[in-house]
């Protein structure tokens, strides 16, 4: 097995050398030639009456190299926490303004979702009777509550809270009672004999057979909450990292655009690998 791993993350590596490398060979071809050398004589005289210059110089010069991409990396990296004002923060800064609005809207709805899901799954009744509603809010974009959440809360950062929320609590709702309703019958049967109160019951019996799903429910809500977080925050715009990478997309930046991608994909992997190690902790292997 640490053979396999092993032999998997020297894969890993040789992949990502050559993704730098046909990189690398694509951006330095790409730069070797002037702009303005690619343009016809008609184009270059359309360009001067827009009144731009196609021979002058260019904030951006097309897609960043790895090299420029590095120095990006290791500039954002040096200084993560610097703070010049609403519009220029540090990576760290953006980033914890993101962390800090997922984390309220996940521990809103896992407080909504877990109570509930346990009800739902305990008890037939309740899941027919809630099961209509739940079919119809489930489909909806969270983002298509937006307009709403501006027009009655009227502050970007809760509406922001508020759209975590919506997206987190279905998955966790779903998985929950789907979890407490598939508890073997053997178990719950012992706990009868044993005349077991109904609160020991769903900690000491229910609780820990379910543990496992619920836990699944979650992992897939984070996964959800941060791809909807970015989105939100390139919407409502203060801080955050979606609204990083919109303002750096406008500043015609695409070293920072890149990182900040980059910051994304490895918080929402460490995030999920945090949910998955919790989750092996909860499963009872036979």
Known sequence: MKSLRMRAALVSVL???????IWHAA????SAASPAAQLTPEQIEYMKMLGKDPGGEKKSEGF??????????????????YDNGPNDKGIAIQLAHSLGRVALGFLLATLVAVPLGFAIGMSPL????????IQVLKPISPLAWMPLAL?????????????????SVWPMLLNTAFGVASVRRD????????EVSALRRAF?????????????????????????????EMLVGGTGIGYFVWNEWNNLSLTNVIFAILVIGVVGMLLDLAFASLQKVVTYVE
């Open 15 to 21: 992949m990502l050398l050559a993704l730098i490398g």
């Open 27 to 30: 951006t330095v071809s790409g």
């Open 64 to 81: 960043p190299t790895p090299a420029q991409m590095g120095a990006t990396i290791v500039q954002q990296l040096s200084d993560p926490f």
């Open 126 to 133: 309740l899941y027919k009777a809630l099961d209509p509603f």
């Open 151 to 167: 027009y009655t809360i009227k502050d970007s950062s809760i509406s922001g809270v508020f759209v975590i929320f919506i997206c």
């Open 187 to 194: 178990w719950l049967n012992v706990a009868a004999t044993l």
């Open 204 to 232: 000491l019996v229910i609780l820990p057979a379910a543990a496992p799903t619920i836990l699944t429910g979650m992992r897939i809500s984070m996964g959800i909450a941060w791809l909807v977080i970015v989105a939100a």
